[in-house]
């Protein structure tokens, strides 16, 4: 086989279909708006926080939607929750509310595990 110099990278596709979303699933329960979200943005680039910090409304609700719960609490700490994302969402995502209730069910996981 003949080296071009490059190669032809793996796959970074993501398979929701495989991951456990029964965690994800509680926040549409509670906010079903969540499902609409297509990670266009619009809450990252006004966010006050992100001005500050590097949080990132996308990344978190990615994250957590993957399962991938470390160091989640404390990049959900930089929100403020004073709701500029959720009034630019052009889905109209309560935006407010999922990081709230991303909040409360990453506290219980942590304190049952105690």
Do not use: Q
Request: aromatic share 8%.
């Amino acid at each position: 086989m003949k080296n071009w110099g490059f190669k032809i990278p793996d796959s970074r596709t993501l398979d929701l279909d495989k991951e456990d979303l029964k965690l994800y699933n509680k926040i549409v329960e509670k906010v079903p708006s969540a499902r609409r979200c297509i990670m266009c943005g619009m809450c990252s680039a006004t966010c006050s926080a992100a001005n500050h910090t590097n949080f990132n409304f996308r990344l978190v609700h990615h994250k957590f939607r993957m399962g991938m719960f470390e160091s989640l609490a404390s990049e959900l700490d930089k929100c403020m929750l004073c709701g500029k994302c959720r009034m630019l969402c052009p889905r109209g995502v309560n935006t407010r509310a999922v990081i709230y209730n991303m909040r409360i069910i990453l506290d219980n996981m942590y304190y049952k595990n105690i």
